[in-house]
């Protein structure tokens, strides 16, 4: 993405002029997201769980959307099931990030190593196909 002083209040959008040419591959593929696994390495992340947010919309959506900070409760992750699920990207309505908690919540109360290897191989798949929300 281009420079810019807002990088902390807003996301990228579909068709935003701040992400480059190059940048757009590289979101569109995820490359973007391999630096993470630095985190993971060092124990601040996992590979499989709820995605973090901006902390502007942690702290918008914490006193609107019910149950929001249990996500809080475990390691973020580079791939979760609500990203895998299609709610991935930007949040366009409140049902985006409901259902983006909604899956969360349901990842959470059901972990298993079996789900979180599901997960992993429908993100590679996604990698491979053109998400809408890839952007």
């Known amino acids: 993405m281009t420079p810019n002083e807002n990088a902390d209040q807003s996301s990228a959008t579909k068709n935003d002029m701040r992400v480059t040419r190059i940048g757009r591959i590289i979101r569109r593929t995820s490359i973007d997201e391999l630096p993470q696994f630095y985190n993971v390495f060092f124990g601040s992340m996992s590979v499989v769980g709820p995605r973090p947010h901006m902390v502007k919309h942690t702290n918008e959506f914490a006193d ?12 973020p992750g580079i791939t979760g099931l609500a990203q895998v699920r299609g709610y991935r990207g930007e949040i366009e309505t409140d049902a985006d990030i409901q259902n983006r908690i909604k899956f969360d919540i349901f990842y959470i109360e059901n972990w298993s190593l079996f789900l979180d290897i599901k997960i992993i191989v429908q993100t590679v798949l996604n990698v491979f196909r053109k998400e809408e929300k890839a952007y």
Do not use: P
Request: net charge positive; no cysteine; glycine share 0%.
């Open 64 to 75: 609107r959307i019910d149950k929001f900070m249990v996500r809080h409760f475990v390691k």
